[in-house]
């Protein structure tokens, strides 16, 4: 698999998926989330909120009208589908820095790390559904606990991601300054 990902690994890959990225962020911040917030008593969906805490969960889940399981459910679509790109964007990005460093920067296996957060994604958007399409006079602690112990290290993740990026980016940039010119021998 990481094989493929090196080989895939191209700066036009690399700027179709950033693009995809950001058609997905227009139709999400221009459709969804409007249609979100207007069955949702103007509140922005679980899984975009930090801080977010079991009094914020239960003061929402009070507020929500009618049609907020059909706009939880496009919600969460959207932004597994877009949280997918964002990880797709991170090892394609990683392995052609890679690629372009004169020295080895890391091993492939931390190719693997954006991954986490689309597992992340998946269990807490499928929580905040239980959340969502269970009685609001119903408190479910259990649900809302786990989920927002996920949802917290989904966005730690989401800043070691970034981190990684930067550092591979500074790293790249370094060597390259510093690696001898070939083919110009004066």
Same mark, same amino acid.
């Given at each position: 698999?990481?094989? @493929?990902?090196?080989?895939?690994?191209?700066?036009?890959?690399?700027?179709?998926?950033?693009?995809?990225?950001?058609?997905?962020?227009?139709?999400?911040?221009?459709?969804?989330?409007?249609? /979100?917030?207007?069955?949702?008593?103007?509140?922005?969906?679980?899984?975009?909120?930090?801080?977010?805490?079991?009094?914020?969960?239960?003061?929402?889940?009070?507020?929500?009208?009618?049609?907020? +399981?059909?706009?939880?459910?496009?919600?969460?679509?959207?932004?597994?589908?877009?949280?997918?790109?964002?990880?797709?964007? /991170?090892?394609?990005?990683?392995?052609? @820095?890679?690629?372009?460093?004169?020295?080895?920067?890391?091993?492939?296996?931390?190719?693997?790390?954006?991954?986490?957060?689309?597992?992340?994604?998946?269990? +807490?958007?499928?929580?905040?559904?239980?959340?969502?399409?269970?009685?609001?006079?119903?408190?479910?602690?259990?649900?809302?606990?786990?989920?927002?112990?996920?949802?917290?290290?989904?966005?730690?993740?989401?800043?070691?991601?970034?981190?990684?990026?930067?550092?591979?980016?500074?790293?790249?940039? /370094?060597?390259?300054?510093?690696?001898?010119?070939?083919?110009?021998?004066?």
């Amino acid at each position: 698999m990481i094989a @493929m990902v090196r080989r895939h690994a191209t700066a036009r890959n690399v700027i179709a998926v950033l693009a995809a990225i950001g058609v997905l962020a227009l139709v999400s911040h221009g459709l969804v989330l409007p249609a /979100y917030r207007a069955v949702a008593s103007g509140f922005d969906p679980f899984g975009l909120q930090l801080p977010l805490t079991r009094a914020m969960v239960a003061i929402q889940r009070g507020a929500f009208g009618p049609g907020i +399981e059909q706009a939880s459910i496009c919600f969460v679509a959207i932004h597994v589908f877009s949280q997918t790109l964002v990880a797709g964007f /991170y090892v394609l990005f990683w392995a052609w @820095m890679m690629s372009k460093s004169p020295r080895p920067l890391a091993r492939g296996a931390l190719l693997l790390l954006p991954l986490l957060a689309v597992l992340c994604v998946l269990v +807490e958007d499928a929580g905040f559904l239980v959340l969502v399409f269970s009685d609001s006079h119903v408190p479910r602690h259990d649900v809302t606990t786990a989920t927002l112990i996920v949802h917290r290290v989904r966005f730690f993740l989401g800043d070691v991601n970034l981190a990684i990026t930067l550092t591979l980016a500074a790293f790249t940039i /370094y060597f390259r300054s510093r690696a001898p010119a070939v083919g110009n021998v004066e």
